[in-house]
């Protein structure tokens, strides 16, 4: 089982920065690509940002330039560090990881997400 637990939310004025983590426990070496997704009030949840275990990542095209993701395996940890915040990044940020069915019990493992509230 996979454990993931995120970490950095807050309340921040617009332009600010925060940067989110997300730790990975139990059996967290059948995790493959990791990914940052967000959820505003009133929309759907949307993919952020991802970075697979050889750190390619990708971004949805408004955060590209203020958001990087990034990952350190001997800590089992993301993060994503976000520069430039805007009140259209308001939402709850959830941790997303696949695992690999060879080795782990399920092959999509979420957080519990964090509350990230930019002020105007």
């Known amino acids: 089982q996979v454990q993931l637990v995120e970490s950095g939310g807050g309340l921040v004025q617009a332009g600010g920065s925060l940067r989110l983590s997300c730790v990975a426990s139990?059996?967290?070496?059948?995790?493959?690509?990791m990914a940052w997704y967000r959820q505003a009030p009133g929309k759907e949840r949307e993919l952020v940002a991802a970075i697979t275990p050889g750190g390619s990542t990708n971004y949805v095209d408004h955060v590209k330039g203020r958001f990087t993701i990034s990952r350190d395996s001997a800590k089992n940890t993301l993060y994503l560090q976000m520069n430039s915040l805007k009140p259209e990044d308001t939402a709850v940020y959830y941790c997303h990881a696949d695992g690999d069915l060879r080795y782990c019990t399920e092959d999509i493992y979420w957080g519990q997400g964090t509350q990230v509230t930019v002020s105007s």
């Open positions: 139990g059996n967290s070496r059948c995790i493959t690509e």
